[in-house]
């Protein structure tokens, strides 16, 4: 018996797995009721009476040598599972891309737009959404009750009771930062000023009452209705491809004399007609003109040393050429099946 007990304690001692699979077919084969260590206290009725006690304790030595190694075994090869995963990272595996959203198009557009005339000098300026009278309208010579001032249906922050040269009003277009730049800087200035506007028009697949604008302003010594021409025939062919023609046609604005809007070429007939161009081949994509001498005069700037130019285009209206997008509602929805079609654009 004592030399069976010796035997299975080496076995016992000597045992060593990392797989959990051995250890139960070690738990099975020892400690099991069908296991070597039960089968051993089985015979232990057949010891003599003068050896029981010594057999009794190394019995229960051997027992419960062989339960702590089953315990601690199980405890390493646990504890080594969960933190072993570090050992498994592939170096080789190419990364899970985050989902982190797209620009908005008026975004891209209004970057492309910036970068063209950054690069012949132009800096940016801006100018807040809630503007006043000044501003918005006198500074760029609308006369206090002038129909002109009819042309933009604006939505005033103040009452009706308000004098008009104190009113409060959501600016009706980016001229007004023209009237900030020049109040507060000496020519030569050579701005563009992005920023969104607002209208008081029914919302519709043409018309929105927010939109977004980009004005330009260039004012210095002997500025002409030619460098106005050649820097917007410029942009056209940066922005829509060297292929683009322009066309002026006379216009009105207050703030500009003589006033021109400036139609390209359309993009996606090529100018033969379509449903785009109304079937004419040209499509409008801005308003210009040589700032009015009485702009000049009003902030301050002399108007018998300087003359310059200025022009405003509709952000929308150019993303929309771009990208054949034929209705404006959707810039404003923020529907991710649009707005993930711009995936991958700057
Ligand atoms: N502010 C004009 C508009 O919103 C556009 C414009 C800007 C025209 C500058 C001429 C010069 O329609």
């Excluded at 206090?144 to 005033?156: G, I, V």
């Excluded at 301050?300 to 054949?324: V, W």
Aim: glycine content about 6%; charged content about 30%.
């Amino acid at each position: 018996m004592k030399e069976k007990i010796n035997e299975i304690l080496q076995e016992v001692e000597s045992f060593a797995t990392d797989s959990l699979d051995k250890l139960e077919e070690y738990r099975i084969g020892y400690l099991s009721k069908k296991g070597k260590i039960p089968a051993l206290f089985g015979d232990f009725k057949n010891v003599v009476p003068e050896d029981r006690k010594e057999m009794g304790q190394l019995l229960n030595e051997l027992k419960n040598k062989a339960q702590s190694k089953l315990n601690l075994l199980k405890d390493e090869i646990t504890t080594k599972k969960e933190t072993s995963v570090d050992d498994d990272i592939d170096l080789t595996r190419p990364v899970e891309f985050r989902d982190v959203g797209t620009r908005h198009p008026l975004s891209i557009v209004r970057r492309q737009i910036l970068d063209i005339f950054d690069r012949i000098g132009y800096t940016v300026a801006e100018g807040p959404e809630i503007e006043n009278d000044w501003h918005n309208f006198s500074a760029l010579n609308f006369p206090e009750e002038h129909p002109a001032r009819d042309m933009q249906d604006t939505f005033f922050v103040s009452d009706d009771k308000t004098p008009s040269a104190e009113k409060i009003a959501l600016r009706t277009h980016t001229s007004s930062v023209q009237a900030r730049v020049m109040e507060n800087n000496k020519p030569p200035i050579r701005v563009v000023a992005p920023g969104r506007v607002f209208r008081n028009e029914a919302i519709s697949a043409r018309a929105h009452c927010i939109f977004h604008q980009v004005e330009g302003l260039y004012i210095d010594h002997n500025v002409s209705f030619a460098d106005l021409k050649q820097t917007l025939y410029y942009f056209a062919r940066e922005f829509f491809g060297e292929d683009t023609k322009v066309r002026f046609r006379p216009s009105y604005f207050p703030f500009t004399e003589p006033s021109a809007e400036m139609d390209i070429s359309c993009k996606i007939c090529g100018g033969k007609g379509c449903k785009i161009c109304k079937y004419s081949g040209w499509v409008e994509i801005l308003g210009c003109g040589m700032v009015d001498p009485n702009v000049l005069e009003s902030n301050n700037i002399d108007s018998k040393e300087y003359t310059g130019f200025a022009f405003g285009m509709g952000i929308e209206r150019i993303t929309m050429l771009k990208y054949q997008i034929n209705d404006l509602r959707l810039f404003f929805e923020n529907d991710i099946r649009f707005l993930k079609q711009f995936e991958g654009a700057f």
